[in-house]
Structures are given as C-alpha cells and as structure tokens.
C-alpha cells in the first residue's frame, strides 16, 4: 500500500450530487446505471433495516442531528420517507459511480486501503454509526469505506499531500469531487420518476414536484 490515506470524515456522507439521463427506468427498478439495476426491493429492504440499526444507535442520531454540510442530511426522522429513500439510493448510484471513477482514473482500492478506513471510521465515532448516519444499514459500511478509499486515493494522485488540511489537499479533494460529478455525467444512470428527478445545475437528486394546475392554484 503505498503511503496511508488521509480522509475527511466530513465528506463521509456519500453526496447525493448525482449526473445522468432522465427517462424510463424497468419495471421494478429504483435506478439504471448503466447495465447494473438497483431494485426497489433491495432500496426498500436497505431503508427499513437502515430504520431498525438507526433507533438503536444513540452515536449515529447524535451524527444525523449535527451535520457537517446539507449534503450529510439524507433523511428525516427515521422512516421510511421519500427523503430516505431517496438519500440511500443516492449513496448507493454514487457507490457505482466511484468504481468507474476508480476505473478511469487508474486507481486500484484494495482490501488493506478499505481496512484503513474503516480504522479511521473506529477511531472517529465508528464505523457503524457514521454508516447509518448516512442513511444505509450497517451492512454497507465498507462500501461506504470504499467510496471514501477511492475519493482519498484519487485526491492523492490529482496533488493532494501528506497533511488533510494543506491548501493542496484541498484543492485536490475538490477536484475529485468535479471528477465524480463529470464522471457521472458520462454515465447512463437513469433513476426511477417516483424518488425524484434530475436538477441539471446543481447535479442532483430532487423531490418530487408536483404541478398543479392553473384551476387548482386558482391562477388562469
């Protein structure tokens, strides 16, 4: 392994900022990217074990009531809400979209390099908990350790250095950020309709906005 990763645990949450074309999606499915289907079942099942470990987890609510940034806040009070829903699956998409980030940058993540960050995770309020406070069950902690593996290691290749907080790394985390999102956007990643929409500006997930009509609004 070459050197040990240096991760913000701030940008832990997997962001929801997503890229992709709009669409249909196949029956049953809560999102396309590319030839890989995440199903309504499996977001379903995800968010409802999510509901059961998150009561349980004193350290994690304490995590989801004093967010980092307004990207960290992917859910509302611990049901199965259209925000959850829509913030897990947000986090899942990104997942695939870090391995093809991962795929076009050259960069390998390892088994050891996803250890190293489940250690920092441990040593930072747990594993555990900072999974569930970003709206996945804790099944998905090392994925959740992988997509931070992959943002570090890609940072470190763009000039990020030894010291987290150096100008450096800073600038180099942001241009991984920019990486996943134009990445992303070069992705087929189609989302079904019923958990939101694309906002092309600020690249994504939205609510569900529901039109009314001129008579209803009372507007002609």
Avoid at 67 to 77: F, N, T, V
Avoid at 207 to 219: D, F, K, M
Wanted: proline share 4%; hydrophobic share 40%; net charge positive.
């Amino acid at each position: 392994m070459r050197g040990s990763l240096k991760i913000t645990l701030a940008a832990a949450a997997a962001a929801t900022a997503l890229s992709g074309c709009g669409g249909p999606v196949e029956a049953g499915a809560a999102a396309l990217v590319g030839d890989e289907r995440i199903s309504t079942a499996t977001l379903n099942a995800a968010v409802r074990d999510w509901q059961r470990e998150f009561r349980a987890d004193p350290v994690a609510n304490q995590m989801r009531e004093q967010p980092q940034s307004a990207e960290q806040q992917m859910g509302g009070d611990g049901g199965l809400s259209e925000s959850d829903m829509r913030g897990a699956l947000a986090v899942l998409v990104n997942f695939r979209v870090a391995d093809e980030v991962a795929r076009r940058s050259g960069v390998t993540v390892t088994d050891g390099h996803v250890d190293q960050v489940v250690t920092a995770m441990d040593r930072q309020g747990g594993a555990r908990s900072t999974t569930l406070a970003n709206g996945l069950p804790s099944r998905h902690t090392r994925d959740l350790a992988r997509f931070l593996a992959t943002r570090a290691l890609v940072a470190q290749k763009l000039g990020g250095g030894a010291d987290p907080q150096s100008p450096a790394s800073a600038q180099a985390r942001q241009m991984a950020a920019m990486l996943f999102v134009s990445t992303a956007g070069k992705m087929k990643i189609k989302v079904n309709p019923r958990f939101g929409g694309f906002d092309p500006q600020r690249v994504s997930i939205e609510p569900v906005r529901y039109h009314l009509s001129a008579t209803e609004t009372g507007i002609r």
